[in-house]
């Protein structure tokens, strides 16, 4: 189930943004006068059901930067990820344009931007702090217009 997020939410997305190579705090912490945050959460009659295990937080107004998304370890390739994202771009007016960056050798996140109809639009060298990421500094930009 993807739900939008919730001030009670915090300490769980502050446990899975733990999960990112370069997380912004602060920004998750502002997401409600930013932005919009979509949590997955697990469904069912298990001991975890009601438990948030991704999130994609999204910022700006007219267009939209995708900030963060993070599906917790444990709950990868259940299309939790995609689930997230669709759910983005559904909300999104037509004409509204949706953009990230993301590490130009994160091939699993590429290809799932790729997936659901983000294209490369930009290159940029030495985008990430070289203290805050394993890996290549540098970042694709992708862009998604919504219809």
Request: contains cysteine; hydrophobic residues 40%.
């Amino acid at each position: 189930m993807i739900r939008d997020a919730k001030p009670t939410d915090a300490s769980a997305l502050a446990s899975l943004q733990s999960y990112l190579d370069a997380p912004s705090p602060r920004l998750l912490a502002s997401f409600a006068s930013l932005g919009t945050c979509l949590v997955s959460v697990v469904d069912g009659p298990t001991a975890s059901a009601g438990s948030l295990v991704g999130y994609v937080l999204l910022i700006g107004g007219d267009d939209v930067h995708l900030a963060e998304l993070v599906v917790h370890p444990a709950h990868r390739r259940e299309g939790r990820g995609r689930a997230l994202l669709r759910a983005a771009i559904d909300r999104q007016e037509p004409g509204t344009r949706v953009t990230l960056a993301v590490a130009a050798d994160n091939d699993p996140a590429r290809s799932l931007y790729e997936s659901v109809g983000f294209r490369p639009i930009d290159y940029r060298a030495g985008f990430y702090d070289a203290e805050s990421v394993e890996g290549s500094k540098d970042a694709v930009v992708y862009a998604y217009d919504a219809a």
